[in-house]
């Protein structure tokens, strides 16, 4: 059983940041890689970052030289930190992990429960 378990979210002012964690627990093999993605009301989900292990991180054309998305490989966890938030950064935020259950071969991703982000003065 694999869990992911968002922190960080909530209400701030435009222009301002916030630090989005996700560590995932229980019986991981090995995690290919981490990211975010979000989902505002009306609208698809749509990737914000992802970082897959040894390799760059990728980020979203809205949200580039914005945000920034790190991993803590030795705790399966993933950061988000945004600043210079927009009202339209507004969105319940997920994160993701595609990773290696111990006797398996492959892949699965599984996703956290999100949490809520609103941009607003």
């Known amino acids: 059983q694999v869990q992911l378990v968002e922190s960080g979210g909530g209400l701030v002012q435009p222009g301002g940041s916030l630090r989005l964690s996700c560590a995932a627990s229980?019986?991981?093999?090995?995690?290919?890689?981490m990211g975010w993605h979000r989902q505002a009301p009306g609208k698809e989900r749509e990737l914000v970052a992802r970082?897959?292990?040894?390799?760059?991180?990728y980020y979203g054309d809205s949200v580039k030289g914005r945000f920034t998305i790190s991993r803590d490989n030795a705790k399966n966890t993933v950061y988000l930190q945004m600043s210079s938030l927009k009202p339209e950064d507004t969105a319940v935020y997920y994160c993701?992990?595609?990773?290696?259950?111990?006797?398996?071969?492959?892949?699965?991703?599984?996703w956290g429960q999100g949490t809520q982000v609103t941009v607003s003065s």
């Open positions: 993701d992990a595609d990773l290696v259950t111990p006797g398996l071969t492959w892949s699965y991703t599984y």
């Open positions: 229980g019986s991981i093999f090995r995690v290919n890689a």
């Open positions: 970082i897959i292990t040894g390799g760059s991180p």
